[in-house]
T-cell receptor, first 113, second 113 residues
Framework: EAQVTQNPRYLITVTGKKLTVTCSQN?????MSWYRQDPGLGLRQIYY???????DKGDVPEGYKVSRKEKRNFPLILESPSPNQTSLYFC????????????FGNGTRLTVT | SQKIEQNSEALNIQEGKTATLTCNYT??????LQWYRQDPGRGPVFLLL?????KEKRKERLKVTFDTTLKQSLFHITASQPADSATYLC????????????FGSGTRLSIRP
């Protein structure tokens, strides 16, 4: 089954403790992206990747890192999480050819205390 | 700056009626517009794409219109059913494969039996 898999689904952590949210897709998609979703603000892009070893900042990149060493994986790293990073995070992938629809994972709900 | 606005209030519709959701945008000339459905606790799922040179697109009970003069898209669900209850997101994309997709904050639709 074609899918984007994120882990974990839920995560509660404390300020400053480094964490990684994993994302993997099995559709051989070139394009991958991370979003955060907050009430009233919609989906905001954090980072995206057009291909392996090609990453770029989205609208809200501060406090996040990503890497794209393999085509299928695109982990999101929070080196020193803060409470304002409490949010619902989604990974998405697409063929990356402009009109291609995004395929989303089921989200990771992160709480930073 | 680029802005997308969707019905800010939740929409409550009687089963069997047509639900109409609105997506307005400013400061953007999109190449296409997409609609997604999002259920609670799940990632958005792609429904329809309409290009700038298309006026209308249909898929089963769904119909999307795109008016680039008014800078507006309307999303219709005919013969609505309680299973159509969800949040619906519109998203705009540009001409190049590197263009960002910008999301609205969504409209929550409830279909009552």
């Amino acid at each position: 089954e074609a899918q984007v898999t994120q882990n974990p689904r839920y995560l509660i952590t404390v300020t400053g403790k480094k964490l990684t949210v994993t994302c993997s897709q099995n559709m051989n998609h070139e394009y991958m992206s991370w979003y955060r979703q907050d009430p009233g603000l919609g989906l905001r892009q954090i980072y995206y990747s057009m291909n392996v070893e090609a990453t770029d900042k989205g609208d809200v990149p501060e406090g996040y890192k990503v890497s794209r060493k393999e085509k299928r994986n695109f982990p999101l790293i929070l080196e020193s999480p803060s409470p304002n990073q409490t949010s619902l995070y989604f990974c998405a992938s697409s063929l990356g050819q402009g009109y291609s629809p995004l395929h989303f994972g089921n989200g990771t709900r992160l709480t930073v205390t | 700056s680029q802005k997308i606005e969707q019905n800010s209030e939740a929409l409550n519709i009687q089963e069997g009626k047509t639900a109409t959701l609105t997506c307005n945008y400013t400061n953007y000339s999109p190449a296409y517009l997409q609609w997604y459905r999002q259920d609670p606790g799940r990632g958005p799922v792609f429904l329809l794409l309409i290009r700038e040179n298309e006026k209308e697109k249909r898929k089963e009970r769904l119909k999307v219109t795109f008016d680039t003069t008014l800078k507006q898209s309307l999303f219709h669900i005919t013969a609505s059913q309680p299973a159509d209850s969800a949040t619906y997101l519109c998203a705009l994309g540009g001409y190049s494969s590197a263009s960002k997709i910008i999301f609205g904050s969504g409209t929550r639709l409830s279909i009552r039996p």
